[in-house]
């Protein structure tokens, strides 16, 4: 792979010097024009030590305006980031649309680096490069303009360099291994370009013997990438929506895994008030006792307005020390929000190790309401399902408990409810114009729940499906699971 960029490629200083002012107006003017479109450009800078890349992103950031330019440098872990999925770093730093991003180093450096040193095996690597390949895919799908640039430096020039370096600076022990494992880097780094190049992020191998030829090569692939997106950026669909399979319209063929829950299930106010403390008593025990292993929990609450998620909630939280948990009510995305991929404000909020975060709303936003209302394409919200699996399975790889729990009553008992929030001074805040609005499209949303369980209950994150016209039997069902999959983790 790497003799194709061993050529000795040259740019002479008169080139350079002539061609750098174009290329710096052509940079600026598509900025200007990137400023109004719908997406972000991640630009990745990776590749051997000693090829310049520190040099590469300052001339960037020379030839750019930086009040547009956002660049990340990923050095050793932090111990908040320790605490969280690995991607959890990356997320944070992503640009929004109409920004560029430099990344420097990104989610290649250090599975690469752990290979090459013997602290992962091939199908170690193999794992985290495919789910590189599924991050990637998922920032594309979005919109996102990714552009990966791969510096390489034959071994004699490496090593001439980095020699270089250690004679002006002898604390600097870290660079010489680079030099005596070339060939495993350059191993291992070949099998992360072949395994994650696409046509939706495909890698730029550069030679950076000669830095001109560098620095002129990298800033001409930017412009063309940039160009071409701008060109093609109006329509963003992609064919990675399946489409349902059809069922007549005759009610009995278009029944739902919901119609099949006793939602008349009940306890008695007795029993109620045993469970609830027992429960209780036992989820105490046990927040505090995933707090000292550093084991964490995602609950997630959806539902019918009216289902009593808000209650539930109440009942964990009351059992629960205020300093271990947060909960999260999730409403209309933010203008900053909407303008980054839909998880990735879910992303940053993920707990440290040994907390707990409850979701009022979630995720599942984008395949429920924004799928029914028309919010998101077909397109978009057809892919989430499998957007959404790969979340959750980078969380519970972590070691984070992930529970999601769908509250259900009938539309008799919602309607009840409705008319009792209207009468009683207290609850009328709960009850709005869109509550009844949604209340009209209940079979379209009963169709997107079935969807939903179907594709993103997996056996690392299953769906719970609770009878709730029992508001007690509610409760204890959903205390019940969270102790019970707490007592699994620890």
Known sequence: MFEAVELDRKVS???FKAKVPELRTELLELQGLLAEADFPVMIIVSGVEGAG????????????????VETHAFWDETDEERERPHFWRFWRKLPGRGRIGILFGSWYTQPIIDNVFGNTSDSELNVQLNHISELEQTLSHDGALIIKFWFHLDNKTQKQRLEAKLKKNKHRPAVAKFSKHYDAFART???AIRMTDSGHSPWYLIEAKDKRYRDMTTATTLISAIRQKLATSADRRHSSYVHDAMAPEEESARVTILDHLDVEQSLSSADYKKQLNDYQSRLQELTW????????????FEGWDAAGKGG???RITGATDARLYRVISVAAPTDEELAHHYLWRFWRQIPRSGYMTIY???WYGRVLVERVEGFARQDEWGRAYQEINDFEERLVERGIVVNKFWMHISQDEQLRRF?????VPWKQYKITDEDWRNRDRWDDYKAAVNDMVARTSTSFAPWQLVPANDKRFARIQVLKTVCERYEKLL
Do not use: H, M, P, Y
């Open 289 to 300: 006792a995933a707090r000292n292993k550093g084991l964490s929990c995602i609950n997630v």
């Open 360 to 362: 009022d709303r979630s």
């Open 312 to 314: 539930v909630i109440r």
């Open 53 to 68: 890349k520190s040099e590469v992103v300052n001339q960037l950031n020379e030839w750019l305006d930086t009040r547009d």
């Open 189 to 191: 780094s070949a099998r």
């Open 419 to 423: 008319k009792e929030r209207e009468k």
């Open 13 to 15: 200083k008169e080139t």
